[in-house]
């Protein structure tokens, strides 16, 4: 698997969070964020068993390469 930086949420406090990948074998994008545990959020959500949710700020999507033309930050 190779991973591929694109981004970091400039504005985190401690500069752990939120951060977003590319695995560049797979063509996906892993997401580091806040976990979701509200209930009512996830039952909206109807995930199942073997999936979770993460949540980052809006903007965070800058980082994405559809955004930035083809690469990270």
Known sequence: MALEF???DPASPDGDSATIYRDTDRDTY???????VDQ???RQLRL????T????P??????LP???GGSGS
């Open 40 to 42: 009512e959020r996830l």
């Open 66 to 68: 559809e955004v930035t």
């Open 53 to 56: 949710v993460v949540e980052i």
């Open 6 to 8: 694109l981004g970091k």
């Open 30 to 36: 892993l997401i580091q964020g806040l976990k979701v």
């Open 48 to 51: 199942p068993e073997h999936e």
């Open 58 to 63: 809006r903007y965070m999507t800058q980082f």
